[in-house]
């Protein structure tokens, strides 16, 4: 059964913090992984994840994957109160579908 | 970039009465897009997959007769809540993604569409 993991559930962090966010996978026919962030409404796009060892940049947010291991991490440098969010992991399957992770909730404090 | 317009952004309606939620591709076509429902504090759960010109797929213990499909065109598909409980409180999103991208294109989703049942 495909399946993601997100880890952790929860992170109180303080502004400035850096945070690292988990997301292990067991999926048929790994093509991709993806992150998401959702505030208040829908899920907003950050990063896709197709090759092991790359890393990809986005301003002070960073991803990579490992296919051999099944996980990718989500890295957050010098967090600020905005990064409050859920954080979503997600692996497509049967075509389209996407399997997404429970999600890790971060919370930034002043 | 690829955009989803999903309507109404929020719904209030009397338990028994039915709901139609639309979601929109402005501009690009899919031939396939997902209903998500969320429970506060968890994540998406898929609820089906809606497929332009023929029946949508449900997944497991999702009530295809309470939560109608239809995928008329390739811009347009609705969710439609029928005979509303309390229960069905929840925020509704759809996704999809330009058909004519590469296999690996990320979904866009629409802003959801938070429904209150009384």
């Known amino acids: 059964e495909d399946k993601v993991v997100q880890s952790p559930l929860s992170l109180v962090v303080h502004e400035g913090d850096t945070v690292t966010l988990n997301c292990s996978y067991e999926?048929?026919?790994?093509?991709?992984l993806l992150w998401y962030k959702q505030e208040k409404k829908a899920p907003t796009f950050l990063f896709m994840l197709?090759?092991?060892?790359i890393e990809k940049k986005s301003g002070r947010l960073s991803s990579i994957l490992d296919k051999k291991e099944l996980f990718s991490i989500l890295n957050i440098t010098a967090t600020q109160t905005g990064d409050s969010a859920i954080y979503l992991c997600?692996?497509?399957?049967?075509?389209?579908?996407?399997?997404f992770g429970g999600g890790t909730r971060l919370m930034v404090k002043p | 970039g690829a955009v989803v317009s999903q309507h109404p952004s929020r719904v209030i309606c009397k338990s028994g009465t039915s709901v139609k939620i639309e979601c929109r591709s402005l501009?690009?076509?899919?031939?396939?897009m997902f209903w998500y429902r969320q429970f506060p504090k968890q994540s998406l759960m898929l609820m089906a997959t809606?497929?332009?010109?023929?029946?949508?797929?449900?997944e497991q213990g999702v009530e295809k007769d309470k939560f109608l499909i239809n995928h008329a065109s390739l811009t347009l598909s609705t969710l439609t809540v029928t005979s509303a409980h309390p229960e069905d409180s929840s925020f509704y999103i759809c996704?999809?993604?330009?058909?004519?991208?590469?296999?690996?294109?990320?979904?866009?989703f629409g802003n959801g569409t938070r429904l209150t049942v009384t």
């Open positions: 996704s999809a993604r330009d058909h004519t991208g590469t296999g690996n294109s990320p979904l866009h």
């Open positions: 999926v048929t026919n790994f093509r991709s």
């Open positions: 197709t090759s092991s060892g």
């Open positions: 997600a692996v497509p399957f049967a075509g389209n579908m996407l399997t």
């Open positions: 501009d690009f076509q899919a031939t396939t």
């Open positions: 809606s497929n332009e010109g023929s029946k949508a797929t449900y």
